[in-house]
């Protein structure tokens, strides 16, 4: 991984120089960069990256540019990675928010930010906020997504984790137990079914939070 991170600085290198004025491409080199960062377990030393991104394409395209979206994005993620999850709430309710006003409540990365604004609230230990958020997207993706999916059934593990932390184990249960079966439903992802059984199987093994 040392190796991955020391070549990604060299083609972010060669890049400054084969294309010095060209902020776009440099840019998407820069991107390769911190994804490797990130693998490589540097969170902080990505942030930077995610927050240029930002300052470049909101100067390009403005606030609500779907690049500029994504950058945000990233760095309420990268905030989340770091162990800040009040800052990674706050920059991703921002992406939210321009995410719906840009492309709509039903658009792809609209869904997939809410279920990222999701695990930062429930970093947060704001669970009542994460649901209701969850409630709100769940119906949205099963409607865009179809159902089952996979990304449905994590969503309900996820659910089910919310309910229990807010003493609501029956209601966990009970969306465990869909996300089985709508996991048993999913052509060739024995991956959904043996996590949605794990988690109910523990679910039933625990004693009651008190």
Known sequence: MDAAVALAETAVEASRTAEAG?????????????????EAGQPAK??????????????IGGPLHPKTITALN?????ALRQGQPQRAVELLQDTCRRAIEAQGERHAHTIDDHGNLVLALQACGRRDEA???LDRFLPILRET???????????LRLRAGLLEGLGRRDEAGASLRQAVDRAMGLPDDG??????????????KRPPLE
Request: glycine share 6%; aromatic share 4%; net charge negative.
């Open 46 to 59: 990505a942030a930077p990256i995610y927050a240029e991104q930002l300052e470049v394409w909101t100067r």
């Open 145 to 155: 997504r179809g159902s089952p999916c996979a990304d449905e059934c994590a969503w």
């Open 74 to 78: 990233n760095l309420g993620l990268n």
């Open 22 to 38: 060209n902020e776009i491409t440099l840019l998407s080199t820069r991107a390769l960069q911190a994804g490797v960062l990130e």
């Open 191 to 204: 991956a959904q079914l043996r996590a949605a059984r794990e988690a109910l199987g523990k679910l039933e």
């Open 131 to 133: 649901l209701a958020v």
